[in-house]
């Protein structure tokens, strides 16, 4: 899903991982994601970055519309209170001190990012600032940021499996087609800067791409 830190509102740089995790915990019909998983012979993870967020489920062929039936699911009915959003607080706060203050150099992303990037979207960490600026994301913000992002015309479905093409978007239609797309979805401009200067000072809009060409 495109649900990446490039597209996260100023000084909320702590949505899109914790929104990650966040959606391990359960959704509404579903208090276990895991579980239909495993009985299906299958496994799933996350992961975040600037770019785009990448939740995966590999399990058999036979076995593919628990798969989009879990994955639509999550995308309809994310159980979203104020003990899941502790727990994955604390989730998240451990991890950030795991990967970046208890290890020598760990932060030197944190660091560079915004000494690389001025302006642009990538001088955020998509895992947040500080541990100080995690604890602070409310459930306002996390369910504002779900309602927002979390819609099939913002995400893409990848199927890689030995299956019959018809049958495949027939299923998906099944699980997907009644989601209602999101109309406040921001869309990203691309815009090409050639240049030998690699620090762009001003953007005209937050929600762009910047590919820059060396002169």
Request: charged content about 20%; glycine content about 4%.
């Amino acid at each position: 899903e495109a649900v990446q830190g490039i597209l996260t509102p100023d000084g909320q740089t702590e949505l899109p991982n914790g929104q990650t995790l966040e959606e391990f915990v359960a959704s509404l019909p579903l208090p276990d994601f895991d579980l239909p998983v495993q009985l299906a012979c299958g496994e799933n993870n996350a992961f975040t970055n600037a770019d785009y967020t990448d939740y995966y489920v590999a399990l058999p062929t036979s076995n593919i519309e628990t798969a989009l039936w879990l994955e639509s699911d999550r995308m309809k009915w994310l159980n979203i209170n104020d003990h899941s959003l502790d727990v994955q607080r604390k989730v998240v706060i451990e991890e950030f001190n795991q990967r970046y203050l208890n290890q020598p150099y760990g932060d030197l992303w944190l660091i560079m990012r915004p000494m690389a990037y001025k302006v642009h979207p990538y001088r955020w960490s998509t895992i947040g600032m500080t541990p100080e600026h995690i604890a602070g994301a409310t459930l306002d913000e996390v369910t504002q940021f779900y309602e927002r992002y979390y819609s099939p015309d913002n995400a893409i479905l990848s199927i890689v499996a030995d299956c019959n093409p018809d049958e495949m978007f027939d299923k998906v239609n099944k699980w997907f087609g009644d989601i209602a797309p999101q109309p406040t979805n921001a869309t990203l401009n691309v815009l090409f800067i050639i240049s030998s200067d690699v620090i762009v000072s001003s953007l005209p809009s937050s929600h762009q791409i910047l590919i820059i060409i060396p002169r």
